[in-house]
């Protein structure tokens, strides 16, 4: 890839947007990215863009009219009916009524599809709000109202950009995506997920038409076998494809410190394969998605925007970005009363290293021989 400028895509809706109290989405996540980079120097003016709020015209080009029309309403009135819950699947634990239901997704979807036109001719677009890859045309579905992954693959394909490979590194299988390209030749779709986990899709054998490949892991996964994968699996199956455009997924939910999985990565890893999937297509587009520690996501993430805007990781933070990691909260949950040290003065994790599991290589050896890697 040509030595482009990389632009982050923003907002500043999402600073006291919450889903709830109780909610897993209760904390700040794109606003730490923001103001961690920012502490550090790292989002000049000219690299940051705001984002849009999608109109409703432009997300129906893959969700149902009505769905988006009670989005509204509901946002309007704060009142979801029983009719809403069961249809649309709004006002559930999952996907509660919140002040900004409805202009919070849209803003995550304006922003994807903003991407898509941004990389039109090629270049790095990062928009860590984005990565709501569960969200299904009629119904909100795992913290996902709308479905921004869809969107700005669309947007891209409106753009002229034909073979786009997506790779979703989450602990949960994009289910929302998988569906939306079932059988399509012109997308390739990658996943790593954990398996026996929600939402209970992309098992080993599922290939959506022959355009997916589902990597389902156990528990445990660590820095070891991620790489064995990514070396393996996911960088081969990418560079066959010779994609115009690579999306990547980068949930930050599967790393050691997350309560909502089990998987035992560092975020090493995340930003290794972000950094070995630059130069595999002309046009880059990162996505956020899942995290729900607000250290881990907000070290994650920014690490992930140093990495592609050519900034280098310090050892140690300055103390105006350790002032940001400081003023975090993580009510409800036991690991932020005492948060360890390094949650305040570093971005990268200590590595964690592990055994290579024969299931995992079986796996991927499956895997490689069903798609005729040699």
């Not at 030595?3 to 889903?19: D, H, L, M, P, T």
């Not at 103001?35 to 997300?59: F, I, K």
């Not at 119904?139 to 921004?148: E, I, K, Q």
């Not at 009363?337 to 599991?357: I, N, Q, V």
Request: proline letters at 9%; charged letters at 25%; glycine letters at 10%.
């Amino acid at each position: 890839m040509p030595n482009v400028q990389a632009v982050f895509i923003g907002s500043e809706i999402y600073r006291k947007s919450s889903y709830g109290p109780w909610h897993p989405l209760r904390v700040p996540r794109v606003s730490t990215v923001m103001d961690l980079a920012r502490a550090l120097g790292w989002l000049p003016r000219e690299q940051y863009a705001v984002s849009p709020r999608a109109r409703p015209a432009a997300l129906t080009s893959w969700h149902r009219p009505d769905y988006i029309a009670a989005l509204q309403r509901v946002e309007t009135t704060q009142v979801a009916t029983e009719e809403d819950r069961a249809r649309y699947g709004l006002g559930t634990p999952s996907n509660p009524a919140f002040p900004e239901v409805y202009r919070r997704p849209a803003t995550a979807a304006g922003g994807s599809l903003l991407a898509g036109e941004m990389l039109a001719e090629g270049g790095v677009v990062y928009h860590p709000a984005g990565g709501t890859h569960h969200g299904l045309p009629g119904r909100a579905s795992g913290f996902c109202y709308l479905n921004d992954p869809v969107l700005g693959i669309l947007s891209l394909r409106r753009m002229g950009v034909r073979r786009i490979a997506y790779v979703d590194i989450d602990a949960h299988h994009p289910d929302g995506v998988e569906l939306a390209f079932d059988g399509d030749p012109e997308i390739r779709m990658i996943s790593v997920h954990e398996e026996r986990r929600w939402p209970f899709t992309g098992a080993l054998g599922d290939c959506a038409g022959g355009s997916a490949v589902n990597l389902p892991v156990p528990r445990g996964l660590n820095d070891t076998e991620m790489l064995w994968i990514r070396e393996a699996l996911i960088l081969p199956l990418v560079d066959a494809f010779a994609p115009d455009a690579v999306v990547l997924q980068c949930g930050a939910d599967a790393v050691e410190e997350d309560p909502l999985s089990r998987l035992s990565l560092s975020n090493n890893a995340h930003w290794e394969i972000v950094a070995s999937l630059r130069p595999l297509a002309p046009r880059y587009l990162v996505l956020g998605g899942g995290g729900y520690n607000p250290w881990s996501v907000g070290r994650l993430w920014t690490g992930v925007w140093a990495l592609l805007s050519g900034r280098e990781i310090p050892d140690r933070l300055p103390a105006e970005g350790q002032a940001v990691l400081r003023a975090l909260r993580w009510q409800g949950n036991r690991r932020g009363k005492s948060p360890p040290e390094h949650w305040f003065d570093t971005l990268r994790d200590t590595p964690r290293p592990g055994p290579l599991r024969d299931e995992i290589r079986d796996r991927v050896a499956y895997l490689r021989r069903r798609e005729g890697l040699r």
